[in-house]
């Protein structure tokens, strides 16, 4: 079983493209070697609700007062899926632009702010101690020491109040419903929102058709198996969304597939976490030991903050499944070794 793309080709910059009735899909360029987001408008009544912003720069700000300029109505209502620079970042631009008052989770929102002011052990301050303890070198920890916060530097701005959406909640948007579906592993309250009427899932980053989503451990919660929340979040969506819902991701394509892509997802990750099992059997590896053995290729500051957060998950998954054990050491270097007991 394979995913089906419905549209070959993503909007040109500025266009609006038609993808189920009364949702647009819109495309913003963001500065990374992911180089695009995927936004939806969906038509409400006389006027527009929008999901997530795009990335805080002076190309995205273009694109948007552009498309604003061609709406026939006015926007009411900013939906953001999670914290993320490039769905929350210009929240507070839009909302300034427009009128229109913000929705999201409060797990999101919350974190946003003390990312952003690096309190409550998030932050890069305290990512840099959490990288510290699983193995990265000084070279490297001295490059995000300099970088400081790369989420207040990205974000000029954030919105100071919001309407709050928790699991079970459906937002009705021109008359339809659209149940509110929370996971976790990628950011800490994830909202997608799913039409059955429209037959439509906005996954935002839970589910993507190529890439696998980024699992990260926050340092304030050290020991979080994100890994194991985010496959139990992809099997409820497997479980809950029907086959033949049209989903649309914030990268990559809308596709059809949802069931294809999670078994893919978990086939992806067991097979990581099996090469992580092996790389610890003849010698205690710390997560930075283990970059290699995940990533074969160079990464850069920002890709190994992302590969770190991917690390620290499958091990936290692998130890608490009894797979690895961990030991600290005298100078508080986390490492990882397989049992003999699980050896099979
Ligand atoms: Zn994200």
Known sequence: MSLQYPHAQP?????LVEVAPGVFWLRMPLPFQLDHI???LLRDGDGWTIIDTGFPDDAVRATWQQILDGLDGPVRRLIVTHFHPDHLGLATWLMEKTDAELSMTTGEFLT????????????ARFMVEQFR???LDAERLARFE???SGYRKAVPALPEYYRRF???????VDGRKWQIIIGHGHAPEHMALYCAELGVLISGDMLLPR???NVSVFAATPDADALGWYLDSLDELARDI???TLVLPSHGLPFYGTQARVKALHAHHDERLRALENSCEQAPQSAADLLETLFQRALDTHQTMFAMGEAIAHLNHLEQAGRLSRNTDASGVIRYTRPPSAAH
């Open 242 to 244: 029907p086959a033949e």
């Open 38 to 40: 995927n936004l939806w």
């Open 112 to 123: 946003a702010h003390v990312v952003w002011n690096e309190v409550g052990g998030h932050g």
């Open 133 to 135: 303890q699983h193995g």
């Open 11 to 15: 909007p040109a910059a500025g266009e």
């Open 146 to 148: 300099q970088r400081g």
């Open 166 to 172: 928790k699991a079970g909640d459906v937002a009705t």
């Open 211 to 213: 890439i696998s989503t």
